[in-house]
């Protein structure tokens, strides 16, 4: 019989992916896609026509990513808006392929699109799947601009003066100036366009690029978080059991004893199933999956995630022919459970002898199945300012954003050779993420990205062509990766 993380493979590989290939041109109807998800959703938790078992999570926290508190499955709604926005994105990237110029000399002409209802109009089903996959897309691609008229980024009315200004108008040596333009832009939105890298020496089109993406491509991850609502999700605070060092049906059950989930008569009792909450094994104490799992009733009680946390994300430096005590840790806490459910279940006497049982499965995991342990050396390095050559002069510079994607800032400062202070600057970035916080200033944070003549990166094309041709006016540079310390 295939563990909860079995069937969890089985779905990835043949259920899940099966329609995929209808789905990147096609929008299939709800009720062929709830239908996808019911026999999915079935058969991860064992359910059939005949026999029904309990869904201990709902499906909407299992289609999750795991980093957001779920199995990382996907809804077959999701995964049919994410890669339709894909088929979006082919649409407005791939040059001028045979079936992109068909579909524009059908769909795209004046006419249509100044139509007093122009999604009525009957088109194909290729066509309309790909109006359904558009939010998706619009809502994941950003423009990367140029100095190009101003008059096709913005929809409605311009006055005549407006409708002649361009989009270097508005970038001045300080910053961008708004106020030569006429409609209002709300302060959110004058972030992220502060925060859009644009070119000052380069000259060429606008380009289209995927804003979750460092490099600038299409990502479909992305694109089925923003399909799904999943933008703002908070990070789950139990994430670490994906990397804990043991098998899958070990991290499937602690995932679902971190959602407070598991077969236990509290659980039963929330759900309606049992009417009595009282240990059957003790008679002393409610029968809660802590409870159950280090079965102490008289210990005092900790919150069940900083337990699991505590003792299960511990790592081991060292290299031992003995079990680290997170791989005995998870071992115990899944025996524990084997152990109750044999005595509930099969009528078997609780095992005497399970810490032997434990110890000789971690040894054995240990030795067969775990990747072998490297020795680790570590060095002390002093970290400091370093003195410069004669006649040197260095730029130090550091970005920083607050939260995975928000405000900000950076700034340098340039020393000569003494550690004398020449000049200094910061600057306000906008709203964007760390990688383009340290690229933002155009020189010396990242340094493969700028020592590496092959990198190509859609997102931070402008800036890398401007610091790359600036670096060219230097009779000698180097790049160099210091940390912050050393600033």
Known sequence: MLSLAGCQVLIQASSATIPAYVMQCSYLRGRILDGIDRVNRNFLWGSSESLKKIHWIG??????????????????????????????????TEGDVPWMQVLRKKYCLGRRLNATNPTSLPCSSLWAAMKKGMGTFEKGSRWLLNKGPLRSLIQGPLSREANKLEV????????????????????????????????????????????????????????????????????????????ANTLPRI?????????????????????????????????????????????????????????????????????????????????????IWKSRNNFFFQRKRLNQQLHMEVLKQSYEFLHCIASPRVMTQRCVKRIRWEKL?????????????????????????????????????????????????????????????????QYVNNVISPILYDCRLLSTRFSQIQFHHCYCEGN
């Not at 759900?271 to 094994?281: L, S």
């Not at 607050?402 to 020449?422: L, M």
């Open 251 to 335: 991290k499937t059950f602690i995932w679902m004893c971190a959602h407070n989930s598991i077969g236990v008569r509290s659980c039963l009792m929330r759900r309606g199933v049992c009417a009595e909450a009282m240990c059957p094994i003790c008679q002393e104490a409610e029968e809660s999956i802590l409870h159950a799992l280090r079965d102490c009733p008289w210990a005092k009680a900790i919150e069940l995630l900083d337990w699991l946390s505590r003792n299960g994300n511990k790592r081991s430096t060292s290299v031992t022919l003995k079990p680290p005590w997170e791989i005995l840790f998870l071992f115990t806490v899944w025996n």
């Open 59 to 92: 499906w909407h926290k299992v289609t999750k990513l795991k980093e957001e508190g779920g199995l990382g499955l996907q809804t077959a709604k999701g995964r049919n808006l994410a890669l339709l926005a894909k088929l979006n994105w082919r649409f407005h």
């Open 389 to 453: 050559p004669d006649g040197w002069m260095k730029l130090n510079t550091d970005g920083s954003v607050i939260g995975s994607k928000g405000v900000a800032g950076c700034g340098g400062v340039i020393r000569d050779d003494g550690g004398n202070w020449i000049s200094g600057f910061t600057k306000r970035i906008g709203i964007t993420n760390s990688f383009m916080a340290e690229v933002g200033l155009k020189g010396g944070a990242v340094v493969d990205v700028f020592s590496n003549a």
């Open 168 to 243: 270097k108008d508005f970038m001045k040596d300080t910053g961008w100036d708004w106020n030569g333009l006429s409609v209002e832009l709300p302060l959110d939105i004058q972030m992220l366009i502060k925060a859009t890298p644009i070119a000052m020496t380069s000259r060429g089109c606008d380009k289209i690029t995927w804003a979750d993406s460092p490099q600038g491509t299409f990502n479909l991850k992305s694109a089925y978080r923003i399909a799904m609502g999943h933008e703002e999700v908070p990070k789950f605070s139990a994430s670490w059991l994906w990397k």
